[in-house]
């Protein structure tokens, strides 16, 4: 149900459907006057996640996550959106991709305070392995800042994101005892990554070298692995 008056627009038990029995119901009032003034109440059964990042405001951001797929259920209730933002998100991913990276799950809890979304806990569950942590968010500077850890994560990937060809080919699955990350989420240039992990099954050019401690760190706008 949609209605207009000379001072908002009004949506009442609005519904979308998708082709595979997905969608979502929601609620939305958006005023004529004034700004950062626009709610939201909307739960998700297997929605789509690509049309979520399709919404998103920022073509940037929209940009970086663009590569997404998966179901998503769950609630979302959201005032002052986009910048003076109250409310709480729960949320539930099934397989897929994420940005790019296949994903087995995810489940995340976060909540609004103006711009800024805090992510106070994300489970997630990759084919590269499990990462659970926390962060935060914002919307307008889009500076980001988490903490991390994680199991089975596969070295391969790690090296990947070091993006020095010049590296040896390091292979097997680690253990992220503390990550750490911060930045503007669509400036890679600006990001700052940390890490140490542990792992008992490292190759280093297909050579076994037994048990490892790997840390991370940035460097002159690089990601330095040492062993």
Known sequence: NVSSNATETRISEGRLAQANGGGA?????VPRAGKDNISIDATLDRMNAGNLIAALPKKDLREQLGDTEADASGTLKISGAPNQMSGIADLRFGKGRLAGEP????????TFSGSTVTVDKVDA???AGHLAGS??????T???DLMAGGDRVQLDRLEAFAKRP??????GTAVIKELKASGVFTDLATYQISFEAAST???VDGHSAGRVTLVGRT??????ITF
């Open 166 to 171: 010049g590296l040896p080919k390091v292979a």
């Open 25 to 29: 119901r929601f609620a939305m009032v």
């Open 219 to 224: 460097e002159n706008r690089q990601l330095s």
């Open 103 to 110: 994903l087995q799950n995810l489940t995340a809890h976060a």
């Open 142 to 144: 889009q500076v980001f």
């Open 125 to 127: 569950n990759f084919d």
């Open 201 to 203: 099954d490292v190759t």
């Open 135 to 140: 962060g935060k968010f914002d919307t307008q």
